[in-house]
Each structure stands twice: as C-alpha cells, then as structure tokens.
C-alpha cells in the first residue's frame, strides 16, 4: 500500500489549502481515510477522517473550515482547508488500512500558515 500526500505549502492566515492523498495498492473503497496533522514539538493528531460511506468526523479544532472528501474513482482523498490560522501550521499524513489489516500512512506534506 502506498499513500501520496500532496498540496501542502505557505498560506498567509485566513487563506486556503486543498491536501489530496493517492492511495494505491489497498481495498481503497471499504477502508477509511484519515488526515492527521503533527505540529513541531506535539503528537499527531487525527483532522478528519471518512468512511466507505462517506460518513465523516472532524477534530474539534478545524469544524467548519475543514471538509474531507474522497474519490473511490480516482482512489483519492482530499482535505480542502479554509480560514486557516497559524496553528493549523503541521505536517499533514494521511492513512488508511491495506487488505492486511495494517495501517498505512503516506510521507506527509507541509502547511505553514503566517500570520
């Protein structure tokens, strides 16, 4: 299984992000996918998170500006990122499960927000 994260970057606060995660190699359509995030000196922490079924459920701290999304098609997720703050500044990972059970996560992609 191989997960691709990309779309981090610079962003000056208040402003926009879309994050898309290719996922390769597992039961794309019947897992779930998750976004976490680790910020400098902290411990990853789960953003969002759907299901096969679309079912999703954010982390407190970005309701309302964060929506996640996927692709079965495309075997894609994507994590669109509005009115963002400085400390939404982390490296952002996505996961999901193979066919082994096992959870994979893709190399992370950095968003730094100025303020």
């Known amino acids: 299984v191989q997960l691709q994260a990309s779309g981090g970057g610079l962003v000056q606060a208040g402003g926009s992000l879309r994050l898309s995660c290719a996922v390769s190699?597992?039961?794309?359509?019947?897992?779930?996918v998750g976004w976490y995030r680790q910020a400098p000196g902290k411990q990853r922490e789960l953003v969002a998170d759907?299901?096969?079924?679309?079912?999703?459920n954010y982390a407190d701290p970005v309701k309302g500006r964060f929506t996640i999304s996927r692709n079965n098609i495309k075997r894609e997720a994507y994590l669109q990122m509005n009115s963002l703050k400085p400390e939404d500044t982390a490296v952002y990972y996505c996961?999901?499960?193979?066919?082994?059970?096992?959870?994979?996560w893709g190399q992370g992609t950095l968003v730094t927000v100025s303020s």
């Open positions: 759907i299901s096969s079924s679309f079912s999703t």
């Open positions: 996961n999901t499960r193979g066919a082994d059970n096992a959870l994979y």
């Open positions: 190699g597992s039961l794309f359509r019947i897992n779930t």
